[in-house]
């Protein structure tokens, strides 16, 4: 089962490109959208409004973001952009699908609700797994892991149920508590969860190199946004620190400062440029 699941993540690695066009956190009935008209080949408003049962208004804003992007095109009958035909030709081939759009092809209800459901599913399961496995200990608290994948920590939780409680369990739900911190939930990879992350593109890409590793000690994880966090805070507190030395040293010590901190800046930059 485990393999089944790491070549499912394998292909899902490809939804960060798609993720760049559809925002997956923001973007659900976009992302129906796409899949609804890339599927039907070509349609009308009314036709999404009968397929996705969402109301007209809420399909018609979502059209106009789509449309900004380049992903749709048409106004009474609606089509994907050449952009758009390759997002959705992305998602196909992360669903291991062989079909075809065309023309008058009938797509149920449950159809453009479910394949979009499982799209965030995996997507989101794939940033906790390389959360997890970059992180000290393998584990994070939820609050954190939901910062990660932009969701609430109810909806996370919802989204990770399935890899706790089920026969394939990649994850271990901690709770603790105390007077001062309050009750916190965590997440943890199991032995299992630890497998699969090793077979990730993330770790496979990253184990060897020498600038990811200065990052990870850097900011204590692999994730991008959680690295990108990380350093934009080290970046603001010592750019503030910097400017107050600065401020009160004489000039020749506030030159050799200020230059230090611009050398470290671009060579922290220079890090992250090169490893994302």
């Known amino acids: 089962m485990s393999g089944d699941l790491v070549e499912l993540l394998n292909s899902v690695s490809m939804l960060r490109e798609v993720d760049a ?5 923001r973007g659900w009935l976009q992302l129906r959208i796409l899949l609804s008209v890339g599927y039907l080949g070509r349609c009308s408003v009314d036709r999404l409004v009968e397929v996705l049962g969402e109301r007209r208004k809420a399909i018609l804003d979502s059209l106009r973001k789509m449309r900004a992007k380049g992903l749709i095109e048409g106004e009474g009958e609606l089509s994907l952009t050449e952009e758009g ?7 196909l081939s992360v669903l291991g699908s062989s079909r075809r759009a065309s023309a008058g092809t009938t797509l149920s209800r449950a159809a453009a609700q479910d394949i979009p459901r499982d799209v965030l599913r995996f997507s989101y399961l794939y940033d906790v797994l390389v ?9 994070l608290p939820l609050s954190t892991l939901a910062s990660v994948t932009r969701l ?15 026969e394939l369990r ?20 199991t032995d299992e969860g630890l497998k699969v992350y090793h077979k990730l593109p993330d770790y496979v890409k990253y184990r060897g190199s ?4 200065v990052l990870r000690s850097l900011t204590r994880s692999g994730h991008p946004r959680i690295v990108l966090k990380r350093v934009a805070l080290a970046l603001a507190i010592g750019s503030a620190i910097t400017s107050a030395l600065v401020a009160v040293l004489a000039p020749p010590t506030s030159l050799v400062v200020a230059l ?3 050398l ?3 060579l922290i930059a220079l890090l992250v440029e090169v490893t994302y």
């Open 210 to 213: 020498l600038v990811a590793m």
């Open 131 to 139: 959360a997890l496995g970059t992180s000290k200990g393998y584990e």
């Open 85 to 91: 035909r390759r997002v959705y030709g992305t998602l």
């Open 152 to 166: 609430s920590p109810t909806t996370l939780e919802d989204y990770l149920k399935p890899y706790v409680e089920d």
């Open 260 to 262: 230090t901190w611009i």
């Open 264 to 266: 470290t800046v671009s």
């Open 170 to 189: 990649l994850l271990k739900r901690v709770v603790r508590g105390g007077r001062l911190t309050g009750r916190r939930v965590f997440y943890r990879l």
């Open 21 to 25: 066009a559809v925002d997956f956190a």
